[in-house]
Every structure is written in C-alpha cells, then in structure tokens.
C-alpha cells in the first residue's frame, strides 16, 4: 500500500473514532485499534492526537469538497452547476456520517466568523468554486452582474450557518428551507412584469 493510501486510511479510521468519542475523549490507542495498528506504528505517520485530528478533519473537508466538484463537472449548464453545487454542498454531511459526527462533537472546525476558521485555506478554495461559477454565469450573461468578492462570502456565511443549524443543532430537516434558499438566489423576490 501506497503511503499517501495508508494515509487515507488512517484518516477515515481517525474521523470514525474523533466522531464517535470526541477529539478529548478518543485516544490514540483507540484510532491505533481501529486499524490493527500499535501506537507507535501509527506515529510513525502523524506527530501526535492533535497533527492527527488536524489532518483528518482536513481530509473529511477535502473529500466533501471533491464530492461537490464531482458533482458540478457533470453539469454543462451555469445554472445547473450552481445549483447542483449548492445541494451536494447542503446534502453531504448527511452521507458522511462519521464526519458529521465530528463536526457535531467539533463546531469549531466549521466556524461562522472567517477570522475564526482554522481551516481557512480549504474554505477558501470553496469559495474560491463559488467564485468560479458566479464569474462564469456572468460572463455568460445568465447571472446579474455582482460584487463577485462579497456575493461569494454572503452566500458561504450562509450556507455555514444552514450547515450548523441542521446538522450540528439537529434542527428538524432544512432541505425545503435550503431548495426556498437556492429558488430566492436564483430567481429573486421580486416579481418581473
């Protein structure tokens, strides 16, 4: 097995016991177990408890973000890509149950204030995809020409917050709310005589 593999591995096997114990409450040994692993094999790829946690929760947010780009390189239509983006985006964390349960234990590591976050360069390469397409839509002529720059964070800001009030709040189902969200954005409120 290929290191970069081995790594994977340990990475969802790390996110399976962080979200089921919480990063205070899990221990090494218990993520070392979970592999058939000793201890100090399992040092041998990552520095400690935190590196580990750190790098794992890193690799759920990457394969959330691959999963989302996925689902967009299907789509030839701006408009089908935007809204492809915004429902694989909301709808992940209900398939990726071991990373949802982090997120739950963890709300820090998905914070609404950006000077908060420290994962910043992986959120920022999300947005950076919602630039994309609102750049694109534009240039297309399919989408009103915006402030693409504060457009991109209003829209992350809120989908943030639709991500913690559903899943880590474990508010009732928000998938009406999120379809009313993206139906508001992309046809607007007012109406057109």
């Not at 998905?110 to 630039?131: E, G, T, W």
Request: net charge negative.
């Amino acid at each position: 097995m290929e290191k970069q593999d081995k790594l994977y591995e340990i990475y969802k096997a790390a996110l399976k016991v962080f979200g089921a114990y919480g990063f205070k409450k899990a221990t090494v040994e218990d993520i070392a177990e979970e592999l058939n692993l000793t201890k100090g094999a399992l040092y041998q790829y990552v520095e400690s408890k935190k590196d580990l946690y750190d790098k794992a929760v890193a690799y759920g947010m990457l394969q959330w973000q691959d999963r989302v780009r996925e689902a967009i390189s299907h789509e030839d239509d701006i408009e089908k890509q935007f809204k492809t983006m915004c429902y694989k985006a909301f709808e992940y964390l209900s398939e990726d149950c071991d990373f949802r349960r982090v997120l739950v234990k963890d709300p820090s590591i998905f914070p609404i204030f950006f000077s908060q976050d420290p994962y910043k360069d992986i959120n920022n390469n999300s947005m950076n995809l919602l630039s994309e397409i609102l750049n694109a839509g534009i240039k297309e002529n399919r989408f009103r020409n915006v402030n693409i720059e504060l457009v991109t964070r209003l829209m992350f800001s809120i989908y943030k917050l639709f991500i913690i009030e559903t899943y880590v709040l474990e508010e009732e189902s928000h998938q009406p709310m999120i379809e009313e969200l993206v139906e508001l954005i992309t046809e607007g409120l007012f109406l057109h005589h």
